[in-house]
């Protein structure tokens, strides 16, 4: 197993325009985060999922942002109708799905976007 | 709610030096405390953790001590190396849903 890994790396598009991003997890993993990083900043939590069900979101997940993860398996975060707001790092992590206090979160290199 | 605060500002230190990042926490109940770290171009990577008060937890040399009294869980490390440097991020997170709260971040760039 390679790790938590997230696809595009880089993307770059014009406001206004739809983004989608990819993540897979680590096979066995059955929790899947999503965090947003600014420039200078600790990434803040989005979404996250147990299997294939979303058990929480963060307000910062405005309704241009949607999340899925259709078969409990990798995960995908789309953002419409872009803004420069929206210019961030995007990490996608996985854990598994105990509620022990030694739980592990792996985190993938990221997807950073950049709008303009 | 829950957050994490950390010292202002990059630390730049040389070889050998002995290296300290703060952390202090605000919490209800009892979190469990992390150090994560990102290496240039790399993802974040866990570098340590504590699940309860005066737990030590300790990796590659850093050490850090889950202080329930004073809140905090600040990150040392005796003697540093150029491989160390990277951004240090505190952070914790609650039994159950496992999500994090991370701090700023601290860059240490360790000289030669």
């Known amino acids: 197993d390679t790790g938590v890994s997230q696809d595009p790396r880089h993307k770059i598009t014009k406001r206004g325009q739809n983004v989608t991003f990819r993540c897979d997890p680590i096979s066995e993993h059955n929790r899947l985060y999503w965090y947003r990083q600014t420039l200078g900043q600790g990434p803040e939590f989005l979404t996250y999922f147990q299997n294939e069900a979303q058990l929480e979101k963060s307000r910062l997940l405005s309704d241009r942002f949607s999340a899925e993860r259709p078969k409990g398996s990798f995960s995908t975060l789309e953002i419409q109708r872009t803004e420069q707001g929206d210019s961030a790092m995007y990490l996608c992590a996985s854990s598994e799905g105990g509620t022990g206090r030694n739980t592990e979160a792996f985190f993938g290199q990221g997807t950073r976007l950049t709008v303009v | 709610g829950n957050s994490v605060t950390q010292m202002e500002g990059p630390v730049t230190l040389s070889e050998e030096a002995f290296l300290t990042i703060n952390c202090t926490y605000t919490?209800?109940?009892?979190?469990?405390l992390f150090w994560y770290v990102q290496y240039p171009g790399e993802g974040l990577q866990l570098l340590l953790k504590a699940t309860k008060a005066d737990d030590k937890g300790s990796n590659k040399g850093f050490e850090a001590t889950y202080r329930k009294e004073t809140t905090s869980f600040h990150l040392e490390k005796g003697s540093v190396q150029v491989s160390d440097s990277a951004v240090y991020f505190c952070a914790l997170s609650y039994y159950g849903n496992n999500r994090l709260a991370f701090g700023k971040g601290n860059q240490v760039v360790v000289i030669p």
């Open positions: 919490a209800t109940g009892y979190p469990s």
